[in-house]
């Protein structure tokens, strides 16, 4: 079984940043990708960033410029850190880890429970 914990969501202000955290731990035989993802109230989870294997960075085209994913492979961490935090940033963040966990047949999706980012003045 593979577990992801996420910490550092919270309340900011516009304009101010938070960094994600989010470690991977259990049955891992090697992860692929790691990524974030998130929802906003009555809307549908949508891809935020992600780091692949192979080192190619991904973002969404509404968090360009402003945040900026890294990743620790040795720690299986991967981090995401938001700037100039906007409003409409709001939602749960969901870390995602796409992997080889029992086996090496098959990719497998791993997903963290979800922090809270809020982003009010």
């Known amino acids: 079984q593979v577990q992801l914990v996420e910490s550092g969501g919270g309340l900011v202000q516009p304009g101010g940043s938070l960094r994600l955290s989010c470690a991977a731990s259990?049955?891992?035989?090697?992860?692929?990708?790691m990524g974030w993802y998130r929802q906003a109230p009555g809307k549908e989870r949508e891809l935020v960033a992600i780091?692949?294997?192979?080192?190619?960075?991904n973002y969404a085209d509404s968090v360009k410029g402003r945040f900026t994913i890294s990743r620790d492979n040795a720690k299986n961490t991967v981090y995401l850190q938001m700037n100039s935090l906007k409003p409409e940033d709001t939602a749960v963040y969901y870390c995602?880890?796409?992997?080889?966990?029992?086996?090496?047949?098959?990719?497998?999706?791993?997903w963290g429970q979800g922090t809270l980012v809020t982003v009010s003045s």
């Open positions: 780091s692949t294997s192979g080192g190619t960075l």
């Open positions: 995602k880890a796409v992997g080889y966990y029992r086996n090496y047949r098959s990719l497998e999706d791993a």
């Open positions: 259990g049955s891992i035989l090697s992860i692929n990708a």
